[in-house]
Nanobody, 115 residues
């Protein structure tokens, strides 16, 4: 299983970014996909989850109403649209899939929110 993440960068507070995670080596449409983030000095935390067919989504309270997770099973990609970004959203963002009890992670993409 491999992931290639993209879309991170530096953005001012109130701005937007769209993260993408392209998967290979997995029957993508069979699995729940998640985005996590890890800020400096903090533990990795769950940001958003999307069901295998894309019909169900859940979010951390800290990002509800600002972030949206979507997936395209035809392209084996999962996306995270991030709006109204805050400095506290600064972190490395990772996509993840769990298959038969094993977690597979992307390499991470840095998001920095700063003026």
């Amino acid at each position: 299983v491999q992931f290639v993440e993209s879309g991170g960068g530096l953005v001012q507070p109130g701005g937007s970014l769209r993260l993408s995670c392209a998967a290979s080596g997995v029957t993508f449409s069979s699995y729940v996909m998640s985005w996590y983030r890890q800020a400096p000095g903090k533990e990795r935390e769950l940001v958003a989850v999307v069901s295998s067919a894309g019909g169900s989504r859940t979010y951390a309270d800290s990002v509800k109403g600002r972030f949206a997770i979507t997936r395209d099973n035809a392209k084996n990609t999962v996306n995270l649209q991030m709006n109204s970004l805050k400095p506290e959203d600064t972190a490395v963002y990772y996509c993840k899939v769990s298959i038969l009890g094993t977690d597979y992670w992307g390499q991470g993409t840095q998001v920095t929110v700063s003026s």
